[in-house]
């Protein structure tokens, strides 16, 4: 008989494919700022160039005096854009930064309002095409595995974020419930069908075409939060909107709490 728990196996295991996700999802977001610093180091190549061609005369025509002050108004906008894009990549790169270690399984009490905030923070550029809510009630610490949790809101909220149209309102709420933290994620987006519904947290099922899902957020997100002793649920009604709902125990299950900080390294 091995002597690791078999479920303890999976979670490292679906652990490691949250983490391909997310480096998926931030290689994507980084992917757009450097998209554009390399079009425009290939704009400032040729306008180099053009300039290095006019200096070599002798002598500057009307022209070509015209010509260098076109490409100096030029510069100015390329250099305006790869600024805002090289801003963009240190946001993305200092959002994770504090996001956490998503490879360190750490129990910790912690207020889960943290947890969400720094999601929506990392998922910032996802985000600002939409309206955020944040609809906390007060909630008391938690004990818990914090960046599993953090990598289930992620997991949520992206899912929101892609199935709203530009101008959805994404809901993030809180609150109690006789001893147990309640997390709510609502978006105003297409909606899951009652077909797909009962298919949604299975390994593998995705509507979104292998390029772009996996299928894997739901089925490792209802993993960790089993795990946590909670549990997971779905409401939708398409074509107004889809609702996930988090129940979390304040304090972890006793054999959960016994495995303690074991990585998904180890
Ligand atoms: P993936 O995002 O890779 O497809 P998930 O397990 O996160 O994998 O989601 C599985 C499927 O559940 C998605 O492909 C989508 O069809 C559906 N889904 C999940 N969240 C939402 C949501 N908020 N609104 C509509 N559909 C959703």
């Known amino acids: 008989m091995p002597t690791e728990e078999p479920e303890q196996a999976l979670i490292d295991q679906a652990h490691l494919s949250t983490l391909a996700t997310l480096v998926a999802g931030v290689a994507h977001e980084l992917n757009t700022p450097l998209g554009a610093i390399r079009s425009n180091h290939d704009v400032i190549e040729r306008a180099l160039l053009k300039l290095q061609d006019i200096l070599e005369d002798e ?41 956490g270690r998503p490879d360190r399984a ?15 923070a990392v998922l910032n550029a996802e985000l600002k095409k939409h309206s955020v809510v944040k609809d906390y009630q007060d909630i008391p610490d938690i004990e818990c595995f914090p960046n599993r949790l953090n990598q289930v809101f992620m997991n949520l909220v992206h899912n929101a974020a892609q199935a709203m149209e530009p101008g959805g309102t994404l809901t993030v709420r809180t609150r109690t419930d006789a001893d147990a933290v309640v997390i709510e994620v609502e978006d105003t987006g297409k909606g899951i069908s009652p077909d797909h519904l009962a298919e949604i947290f299975k390994p593998g099922f995705t509507t979104k075409g292998q390029r772009m899902g996996m299928g894997l957020g739901l089925a490792i997100s209802k993993q960790i939060i089993d795990h946590h002793g909670g549990s997971i649920s779905a409401n939708s009604t398409v074509g107004a909107g889809t609702t996930f709902r988090l129940s979390l125990p304040l304090t972890l299950p006793a054999n959960t709490r016994d495995e303690g900080g074991s990585d998904a390294s180890a």
């Open 106 to 120: 750490e129990v910790d009490r912690v207020d889960l309002r943290e947890g969400l905030n720094g999601t929506l």
């Open 59 to 99: 002598v500057v025509t009307p022209d070509e005096l015209q010509d260098v002050r076109k490409i100096v108004r030029a510069m100015d906008g390329v250099l305006r854009t790869n600024g805002i894009a090289v801003d963009r990549m240190r946001q993305i790169v200092e959002s994770l930064g504090t996001f």
